[in-house]
């Protein structure tokens, strides 16, 4: 079970990578790496974040629970993100 999350996440990673290139045209592609900062190396502000949750929300057809403890800290890295991702679709 372990190595199929391990898979799911690296899957994952390339194609939160690929909505941020598509929803963010300004990010350069050096820019945006697994372990990119998504306020701090992206620049990502809270609209921003709210328009990627939103986009994440139709790709993997889940919903953030807005009182999940660990949501703050899912939208640290692209890294982070995905694992949340991960979680939350593989609870579902």
């Known amino acids: 079970m372990e190595d199929e999350a391990v898979c799911l996440n690296d899957e994952l990673v390339p ?3 690929n909505i941020l290139r598509r929803s ?3 990010l350069s592609e050096a820019v945006i790496q697994p372990t990119a900062d998504l ?3 992206l620049e990502l502000d809270s609209m921003h974040m709210v328009e990627l949750q939103a986009h994440l929300e139709s790709r993997f057809e889940f ?3 807005p009182m999940d403890d660990g949501l703050a800290d899912a939208f640290d890295t692209v890294e982070r993100l995905a694992s949340y991702v991960r979680q939350q679709i593989t609870e579902a």
Do not use: A, C, G, K
Request: no cysteine; hydrophobic share 50%.
């Open 63 to 65: 919903r953030f629970d």
């Open 15 to 17: 194609e939160l990578i």
């Open 24 to 26: 963010f045209i300004w």
């Open 39 to 41: 306020r701090d190396n």
